[in-house]
């Protein structure tokens, strides 16, 4: 086996050790997402305070997830995008407790501020992912989707019966895009499989 084909076999081993990861990774977030979005839609408008830790929870994990996202990667890779995630969604972590005190519509303001960002930061990621893995296009869209839902959920933060089960159907795309990459990645690990 020549020095070339030995370095074919690496890159596709580590190109699978990551898809495999991040297959993982992407069934959970999306579970996440599908309980969240029932616990919204079956509790947040009668009990305040269930409403008000949701709305905390939900920026803290994807800080959390982002971190495991990093652990995922290969050890070369630029990492940067997903640390300035993780500063963001703590950030917001934050923002929203203290947004909650002042009301709802400010909430939604700092909800829809991060979702702009995270999701400008998944387009980037997805678009620097696809030509090692492929099957972004689903990360793709969703990034882009989610920059424009938090445009929206700015621009409509004040208008009347605003709440928190606004954000039900944005996480609930956001399950819908995870598990169709963490399908879409299989193709990855299997083309791996078939050049080792």
Excluded: C
Aim: net charge positive; hydrophobic share 55%; glycine share 6%.
């Amino acid at each position: 086996m020549n020095s070339s084909n030995q370095a074919n076999i690496i890159v596709s081993d580590q190109a699978a050790q990551t898809a495999k990861s991040l297959r993982k990774l992407y069934f959970l977030r999306a579970a996440f997402s599908i309980v969240w979005v029932i616990l919204v839609l079956a509790l947040a408008k009668t009990n305040i305070g269930i409403a008000n830790a949701l709305f905390i929870i939900y920026p803290a994990w994807d800080a959390l997830a982002t971190f495991f996202d990093i652990r995922a990667n290969p050890p070369t890779a630029n990492k940067m995008p997903q640390y300035v995630n993780i500063a963001i969604s703590i950030t917001t972590t934050v923002a929203v407790i203290i947004a909650l005190q002042k009301g709802i519509p400010e909430a939604l303001i700092v909800f829809g501020a991060w979702a702009f960002l995270t999701g400008l930061i998944q387009l980037i990621l997805g678009l620097r992912r696809r030509k090692q893995l492929g099957a972004q296009w689903p990360m793709i869209i969703s990034g882009g989707q989610s920059m424009l839902a938090g445009v929206s959920f700015v621009v409509m933060a004040h208008a009347p019966n605003q709440g928190i089960t606004t954000l039900a159907g944005y996480a609930a795309f956001g399950a819908f895009y995870f598990l169709l990459s963490a399908f879409r990645l299989t193709k990855t690990i299997n083309a791996a499989s078939v050049v080792a």
